[in-house]
């Protein structure tokens, strides 16, 4: 194996894209949503979304594989897919290890299988159980950050009109159970919360920077829903590979 692959690759999934690029991956093509890291990914033709694909923008690219995943991705386009390709499944924290080993065995990249021995430290090393530790965002409506310290449940909201939730089976809730603060949901995967669920269990309102852009949304969600909320950075959270691995990794040493 070399340290890094030699393989022309298009992938169709924004966490990967930037997590190949650190290690070393020769990414050919990128979807429009693959945005970071910023500097590399604008000299990176865009060959569709993480739900279409121009697979005569992918020709044009000679790649030698194509990366999905199951969630991101849609099973018409692996069905469609004229070239070599591997699908992970990231549905938790836990999953990565093996997702990061998966990756390196199909591109034939070292660097891979390193981040993989990373990501298992920072899921050994101990945790405490510390709201604070949270990339929260500066935000001048922001609620003290002392509703952090109370027994009230948190709630991470991705959507507005409709109020919209991370469920069990996700990565977001898994990482938030792995760091001793365990999310509260009415259902899996990404159910809508109701007015009723609110006020029997009035959570503290976690208001992530995407999908949806809460910035500057968040006091109008406070004065809706009569809740504390705090906004947080959601790509440490939901961005699974290197830019969850940071994160995990400087709360080793905070």
Not at 23 to 42: E, F, I, K, L
Not at 166 to 181: N, R
């Amino acid at each position: 194996m070399s340290a890094a692959s030699p393989l022309r690759v298009v992938c169709l999934v924004p966490s990967w894209t930037e997590t190949l690029i650190e290690a070393g991956v020769n990414v050919v093509g990128r979807t429009r949503y693959c945005v970071h890291p910023a500097d590399r990914v604008s000299t990176i033709p865009v060959v569709g979304g993480t739900k279409d694909v121009n697979w005569e923008k992918v020709a044009a690219q000679t790649p030698d594989m194509v990366v999905f995943d199951q969630e991101e991705n849609t099973q018409a386009m692996a069905d469609s897919c004229p070239y070599p390709w591997v699908a992970t499944n990231v549905t938790s924290v836990q999953a990565m290890p093996a997702a990061l080993e998966q990756l390196a065995k199909a591109l034939n990249c070292d660097a891979l299988l390193h981040m993989a021995e990373r990501y298992r430290a920072a899921l050994a090393a101990p945790v405490s159980r510390s709201g604070r530790q949270l990339p929260l965002l500066s935000d001048k409506h922001n609620s003290s950050l002392s509703v952090l310290n109370d027994d009230r449940p948190l709630l991470y909201l991705i959507w507005r009109k409709p109020y919209m939730t991370v469920g069990t089976d996700t990565f977001i809730h898994s990482l938030f159970t792995h760091l001793g603060l365990p999310l509260i949901t009415p259902g899996e995967r990404y159910p809508e919360v109701d007015e009723n669920w609110l006020v029997q269990h009035k959570p503290v309102l976690l208001c992530a920077s995407e999908p949806y852009p809460f910035a500057g949304k968040l006091n109008a969600v406070k004065d809706e829903l009569q809740l504390d909320a705090l906004l947080i950075d959601g790509e440490p959270l939901c961005w699974y590979g290197i830019r969850s691995l940071r994160f995990l990794e400087s709360l080793q040493s905070s």
